[in-house]
Each structure stands twice: as C-alpha cells, then as structure tokens.
C-alpha cells in the first residue's frame, strides 16, 4: 500500500474540514509548529482542540511528542565532565589575571 | 570602564550554559574528545570577546554561534562531502505530505510511538550523528536546547523557512531510523508482514 492509498484510507479523498474549524491534514501539517510553540498564523488553543478532539490526529501528535522526549533523554545525561570544567574555570581566572 | 570590568558577567551569564555548550560540542563533532577542546576554545573565544557581547540577549546563542563556527571552521579543512544538504531541498519548503511515514508504518501496532521509549539513549545519539550536519544542528538546537526558530535562524545565518524545513526533514530522517531499528530489535512489530500476512 503506497502513503497515498493510506493517506486516502484514513482520511478520504476529500479534506476534513471538521474538528474546530481545522481539518485533520491543516492540523497535521501544523505538528511541528504547534509543539514547539511556534503557530504563527493560527492560535495555538484552535489547533490544541484540533488535536484533542481528533481521534485521528491524537496518535499522530503522541507520536510526536515520544519521538522527542526520547531524543531529550538520550541527550540530556551528558555533562561536562569536572575536569573540563575546571580547565575552563582556569582559563577565566588566568585571562582576568592577565588584564 | 576598565579592562577587567569588560569581563563582567562572564561567570554569571556563560559559565551556566558549559553543560549545554558540551551537549552541543558532543553533537557536533561525535567525539568527547574533541567536543572538549571545542568548549574550550569556544570559552577562551568568548572570554576574550566578552565585551562584544550584546547584553539582554541569550548568552547560551551566543556561546553556540561561537561553538559551530569554530566546528565549521575546522572541519573545512576535511569536508565530508557526504554531509553537505543540498541548499535547493532546503528551499523547497517542509513538503507536501503531512503524513509521517513512521506513523504510517505504526498504524496497527503502535500508532502513538511508544516503541521510542525502548530504544536505548546510545543507538539514539548513533542516529543524531548519522544526520548531515545542518539537520542535527537544527534538531539539537530546537528539541534538546529548546530555542526558538528566530534564533535559530540567526545562529545558523539562514531564513526561518529553511530552519524549519531543517527541522521538518532531520526529525523525519531520524524518526525513520529509529523506526527501523525498532523493528530490528523486535521492538515493535513490521506492520508490513502483518499486512502481508493478512
């Protein structure tokens, strides 16, 4: 099955205009703008209720957001190590010296 | 205002952000290695260039533009042309499917992505380093620092449209990877021999 015949299957031919005044393919393409906070022509709390009240786009959005809370934790253990940190310490207390 | 009093600040505003300078340097380069001596030089280039500094603007934005220009700047020396994103896939916007792939892929077996949560932190920072280097800059700097696209833009010395078409394709890219490895690992079931199966 090719991305359009699924596309077709979940969503039919024709465009949803359906939950808050939003179809299911506006919403989907406003995904990414939405999670990070960036809706520029749309108020975020329209395409919030989109997403609430579409059982469709529900797991798209969740999908997302598992997506980014795992690159989010594999990323944020690491740390400068100490000795990093103290070299660069070093550095601000030899070039105020040196002032 | 005398020398030492141009250095003000320096501890209060950049000394924070070296966690996340490292995380950056990390992402970068693939090495930790060589992300030390990068925050290293990325700090000794601040320090002396402290006064330069826009107060009431983001310090950690600042310590990044310092840190990827000093990683690209290396790395012109040894280009790997593999890495280079085509400046006209940029241009073409964030494409014309809205529907993610993966998702697709999952309809059936985990529509909502629960299977990211099995893959370890490893394989995960394996897939990040395998992006081309302005995809991985747009998605380290957008989902794991959290700035915004303007200052993205600004760091990177690109328009927003292309900082999100970046992020449109990097996330893509990298979700397909993980996907697959899912799979691989039995994380999650192929949902295309359950089809063919069916």
Redo the contacts between chains.
Sequence with gaps: ?T?FD??KR?FGAKRNGDAQGLSC??A??L???FL???LADMPHAQVESHFDMCQRCY??L????????????????????PE??S???D??TE??SE? | MGASGSKRGFEEEALPQLDAVYRFALRLTGSAAEAEDLVQETFLRAFKAWDQFERGTQAKSWLFTICRNVFLRGRERSQRHDEIVSETADRSGPGPNPINPVWVSTLGVDPEGDFFGSIVDDRILEAIAALPEEYRTAVVLSDIEGLPYAEIAKLVDAPVGTVKSRLFRGRRRLQEVLYEHAVEMGYIADSRSIDESA
Excluded: Y
């Design positions: 099955m991305l699924s596309f979940l393919e506006d989907l393409r995904v990414h703008e990070d906070g960036e797991p798209h969740h999908l997302e957001r598992r997506f980014r809370e795992a690159v989010q934790r594999a990323c944020e253990k690491e740390t400068a190590s990093l940190r070299r660069i310490l550095l601000v070039g105020r002032v």
